[in-house]
């Protein structure tokens, strides 16, 4: 997989360590730490909510939600790293119970110098909800021999309708 480092192209393959979903987190960099917090698996929406949007005849439900995808990326396969930062595209795609996109989000991921690992958060504020059940936001890196983006992970959560 082809990435661009300062002016120059290098190969590289790069993976996803782990990824979550939460409500808010802090990335340290020069340390190398995280700090996540109310790690996200399940949201839970009133019965209501899905009626009303029902009765309005929309296809889905947009939910006012500050959220946080972070995802630990990690350099695979490299004996030399040396000092230029490496650059490469992602896309994040929110994939409904019946498989279908209901947003993508494109992000850049950099490598500072010789690091091999890369924390990244995505602040989000919102998002479509179109039933109950299975969700997950695909995590995909370009691939540029290919021209097209490969999905390397996913993040999964569930999305509960609460009748009460």
Request: proline letters at 2%; one cysteine or more; charged letters at 20%.
């Amino acid at each position: 997989m082809k990435t661009t480092a300062g002016n120059k192209t290098k190969q590289s393959s790069i993976r996803v360590m782990w990824g979550l979903l939460c409500s808010m987190s802090s990335i340290d960099q020069e340390r190398n730490n995280i700090s996540l917090t109310n790690v996200i698996t399940q949201i839970n929406i009133p019965d209501a909510e899905f009626v009303k949007a029902e009765a309005g005849g929309h296809k889905g439900l947009m939910l006012q939600s500050n959220h946080e995808l972070v995802i630990m990326f990690r350099r695979m396969g490299v004996q030399s790293l040396g000092t230029d930062d490496l650059n490469t595209d992602i896309k994040i795609s929110l994939v409904d119970p019946i498989g279908g996109i209901v947003g993508e989000i494109l992000n850049t991921v950099t490598f500072l110098g010789s690091s091999r690992n890369h924390g990244h958060r995505i602040n989000m504020s919102n998002f479509t909800v179109t039933t109950e059940g299975d969700y997950e936001y695909r995590v995909s890196i370009f691939n540029q021999e290919l021209n097209e983006f490969e999905q390397l992970y996913f993040i999964p959560f569930t999305v509960e309708r609460i009748k009460k």
